[in-house]
């Protein structure tokens, strides 16, 4: 990762720091889920060792989910993305720093929520606890990708949080966790291998109740991380661009920048006090 990348992980991550409440989303809330439910099924610990496991993984996908697509959209609202591919900074500095800002965050977050389940609650997965943990990671990650990408289609806040029941509700109840996929309907049972979330719960699923990834499961990584690895944060960034173009082309006439006020930058997901200008 060059300078100009770095810059802009660590504005990211500043804006993270500075916002409590973003915080508590991404750290907090998935911990004290796990907690919950180890106690909904406190009389029956076997349920919570069977479906505990590859909720590890889903918790984190869903609020990284939320906070990437949400946070992308006010870069562009607010015009802080515009204003930074007016400096001389590469489009792939730009989706290298953001990528790697979320995947850091995702990393803690999924850290986080496997240390609380496998030390503090006792969670008894049959497989290593590391890799369970890593594939916990893995899910948060492609969560951040396709918030992302998804971010690239909504307009306003509300629009983006609309994506949850359209895009990644149909995923929960089709990946296996309810039902097997094979006691579904067949045209179901097909959809569900389209779904990249199909694969990160096969995953976790071999590993928590099997005790490995078997031989399915370097297909079941596999497609997980060509999700993440695919082109959903460049997309969202060249729309997240093409728009601000556009919006600033009806405010000032031009393609650029107001020449004839200074630039200011926001820190903070909140609206806040500008950190600086050019």
């Not at 079941?220 to 173009?245: C, E, K, M, Q």
């Amino acid at each position: 990762m060059n300078a100009a990348a770095a810059a802009t992980a660590f504005r990211v991550l500043t804006q993270l720091r500075r916002d409590p409440r973003t915080l508590g989303l991404l750290l907090v809330v998935p911990c004290a889920l796990v907690t919950l439910l180890k106690y909904v099924f406190v009389d029956r610990p076997f349920v919570f060792d069977r479906i505990g496991g590859p909720l590890l993984g889903l918790f984190p996908f869903i609020a990284m989910f939320l906070v990437a697509s949400i946070t992308m959209l006010r870069e562009r609202t607010t015009g802080t993305l515009e204003r930074l591919m007016t400096l001389p900074l590469a489009k792939l500095d730009l989706l290298l720093g953001y990528g790697a800002a979320f995947a850091l965050v995702a990393a803690l977050q999924a850290t986080a929520v496997s240390v609380v389940a496998l030390g503090l609650l006792g969670l008894d997965v049959h497989g290593s606890q590391v890799t369970v943990g890593l594939l916990a990671v893995g899910n948060a990650v492609l969560g951040m990708s396709l918030g992302l990408l998804l971010s690239a289609f909504a307009r306003t806040e509300f629009q983006a949080v609309q994506f949850m029941p359209a895009f990644v509700f149909p995923q929960l109840l089709l990946c296996g966790l309810f039902v097997p996929r094979g006691e579904m309907g067949r045209p179901l049972e097909v959809a569900s291998y389209c779904l990249p979330l199909t694969y990160a719960y096969d995953a976790l699923d071999r590993v928590t109740r099997r005790g490995g990834l078997g031989h399915f499961g370097a297909l079941d990584v596999g497609v997980a991380r060509r999700s993440d690895t695919s082109p959903p944060n460049r997309v969202a960034a060249l729309r997240g661009h093409r728009f601000s173009r556009s919006h600033a082309a009806s405010q000032d006439g031009n393609l650029g920048p107001p020449a004839s006020r200074p630039i200011r930058f926001r820190c903070g997901l909140r609206s806040g006090s500008p950190c600086g200008s050019l």
